[in-house]
């Protein structure tokens, strides 16, 4: 153990609001198909972030807010008590396993859903299908057109995250993270490729945040502002969305947001090297998580710690990571001692259920 890594700010103390973190380390939330069919999480569920309690903070797998929301087979949702039940034992295991605070992102997938999946058409700002197939239980299918949403249901929505964040307090988490990134639903609203509204939530880019601010105020409302998080994605191209005007967006989005006094700004797909995340960063006065950008078909060899390392020192205050924890659920304990970490295994044994490619990952001792 070098005297370097001892002192490494990623893996120092630090504070998230009122909760005190162990480390800068933050578990990124990844999607990985292990709930029941009706999205009620799993005793396999409550092992895996058991397993990976290491982390300063775990912020869980996109949950949907409703049947609607829904985007994948055997993901999580939180809109029933069977899914409140569900998650508590996952947040219980995490604490009897000496893990910080947990958060839970809630995801609406919007047009990236199938009415094979959901029992449902999707619903999406406009009636603009996604431009790829999509994965349902029956197989790969082409996806549909989803239904514009009405004021009525953009209502209705808003309503759902609220809930879901109550939810989620009852349930244990500490807290929410309203996902408007990836090419869900409320990066949906972002982007002119994906919303062509007439109406006030479309057209200019103080009508395209509108959606994603009142989300955020809705779940402020039910559980506070110190509760709830946000993640974004900017000018990364996810599910079909692509920010033409990435640069007007976001700094309006977060100069919409920033004195509401969010718990985090969670910053997606993010480089020390964009202008546009140091102009975030100057916005943005509260604590910023920033998830590096990391090579897709393999873990680096250092687990990130470089990545990580130079987002701290270009602002960020904690670093989310995926895949170094997916495959290593003592990655902290690796980077404090310069373990060599684990391959991820095959991308098939990440989503097809089961303990393999899971809970099975080794740990260094």
């Not at 859903?113 to 449902?120: A, C, E, K, Q, R």
């Amino acid at each position: 153990m070098t005297s370097e890594t001892t002192t490494s700010l990623l893996l120092s103390p630090t504070r998230l609001g009122r909760h005190a973190l162990a480390n800068r380390l933050v578990m990124a939330p990844m999607t990985r198909n292990r709930a029941e069919d009706d999205g009620t999480a799993t005793p396999l569920m409550a092992e895996y972030y058991a397993q990976r309690a290491g982390a300063g903070l775990i912020i869980a797998e996109a949950s949907t807010p409703s049947q609607v929301g829904r985007t994948y087979p055997n993901i999580t949702a939180l809109h029933t008590d069977a899914h409140t039940a569900g998650w508590r034992q996952v947040t219980q295991a995490v604490r009897a396993a000496g893990g910080g605070p947990m958060f839970l992102q809630i995801q609406h997938g919007g047009r990236v859903g199938h009415p094979d999946t959901s029992g449902l058409t999707p619903i999406a700002p406009s009636p603009i299908p996604l431009p790829e197939s999509i994965h349902t239980p029956t197989g790969r299918q082409e996806a549909v057109t989803p239904r514009e949403m009405t004021p009525e249901d953009i209502r209705t929505t808003i309503r759902d995250f609220a809930a879901t964040a109550r939810r989620a307090v009852d349930a244990g988490f500490a807290g929410v993270e309203v996902h408007s990134a990836n090419g869900y639903l409320l990066h949906q609203f972002l982007t002119t490729g994906t919303n062509h509204r007439t109406d006030g939530y479309g057209g200019s880019v103080g009508n395209r945040i509108r959606f994603t601010s009142e989300v955020i105020d809705a779940v402020i409302d039910a559980i506070g502002a110190e509760r709830t998080g946000l993640r974004i994605s900017p000018g990364h191209s996810v599910n079909g969305v692509t920010d033409t005007d990435a640069d007007a967006v976001y700094p309006a989005l977060l100069e919409a947001n920033d004195g509401k006094g969010l718990a985090y700004l969670h910053v997606a797909f993010a480089s020390p090297d964009e202008p546009l995340f140091s102009r975030l960063r100057e916005i943005w006065s509260g604590t910023l998580i920033a998830n590096p950008v990391l090579p897709t078909d393999r873990i680096p060899a250092d687990g990130g710690r470089e990545a990580a390392e130079r987002l701290l020192c270009a602002g960020a205050d904690l670093i989310a990571l995926g895949r170094p924890f997916l495959a290593n659920p003592d990655l902290v304990e690796r980077l404090r001692t310069g373990a060599p970490v684990n391959a991820v295994r095959a991308k098939y044994a990440m989503y097809t259920g089961g303990p393999v490619g899971y809970t099975d990952y080794p740990t260094h001792c």
